[in-house]
């Protein structure tokens, strides 16, 4: 079966300090991963994803994140954090065919 | 271009009553998801249309709640006799099916329904 984890439901970080939000997954294949980014009263956002290939993948805003397949990670970076930051970041990961399974979400709050 | 669209934004009903969601997903895409996003929690998945093929209905909670699209155009959500439980924001999410399922979704902005 698969899942998807976010062990923290809360991070806070000072603004201008590197940022990471994590995401553990358990697939029986090989996954595709992904992080959306919710801000207050808006849908989800795409950050960025994993298909194949170079395991550190960059998206919008500066983020980054890197695929890890022997720790099953997939955490988000970012080397300078804003306060515009400030949101509800989900991970989520499909097996190729397969419905997507999202984490329980990440609050971030990036203080100034 | 335009975005997925949902309707209406916010719903209020009495417990007991039927309500109907409507989700426009981004044209051309052939998949289709709704989600239930309850306050503070993360995304619940419901029902997923992908073209013509049978839908995969596993994640609805209860055959109150059913889900139809036509063709590869609008969806509607269907939930029936409502009960204070079903509160949530409903999120419906489109995507253009890549080979494999590496397809990014869409996200609408999403229902809010409140049931009182």
């Known amino acids: 079966a698969q899942s998807v984890a976010q062990p923290e439901d809360q991070v806070n970080v000072a603004e201008g300090n590197p940022l990471t939000v994590k995401c553990t997954y358990s697939?029986?294949?090989?996954?595709?991963l992904f992080w959306y980014v919710q801000y207050p009263n808006r849908g989800l956002q795409f950050l960025l994803k994993?298909?194949?290939?170079?395991?550190l993948v960059k998206g919008s805003y500066g983020f980054e994140a890197e695929f890890n397949k022997s720790q099953t990670s997939f955490h988000l970076k970012k080397p300078s954090a804003l306060v515009s930051d400030s949101a509800l970041y989900f991970c989520?990961?499909?097996?190729?065919?397969?419905?997507?399974?999202f984490g329980t979400g990440t609050s971030l709050t990036v203080i100034p | 271009g335009a975005g997925v669209s949902q309707s209406p934004s916010n719903k209020v009903t009495e417990k007991g009553k039927d309500v109907e969601l409507r989700c426009d997903p981004i044209?051309?895409?052939?998949?289709l998801y709704w989600y239930r996003q309850r306050l503070g929690q993360g995304l619940e998945f419901l029902i997923y249309?992908?073209?013509?093929?049978?839908?995969?209905k596993s994640g609805l909670p209860s055959d109150r709640f059913s889900a139809e699209r036509t063709g590869e155009s609008v969806s509607t959500l269907t939930i029936q006799r409502t009960q204070q439980e079903d509160s949530a924001v409903y999120l419906c999410?489109?995507?253009?099916?890549?080979?494999?399922?590496?397809?990014?979704?869409?996200f609408g902005p999403g229902t809010r329904l409140t049931v009182l």
């Open positions: 999410a489109s995507s253009s099916s890549l080979s494999g399922g590496s397809d990014t979704q869409y």
């Open positions: 697939v029986s294949g090989n996954p595709y």
């Open positions: 994993y298909i194949t290939g170079d395991n």
């Open positions: 989520a990961v499909r097996e190729p065919g397969n419905q997507f399974y």
């Open positions: 044209s051309g895409h052939t998949a």
């Open positions: 249309f992908q073209g013509n093929s049978a839908p995969d």
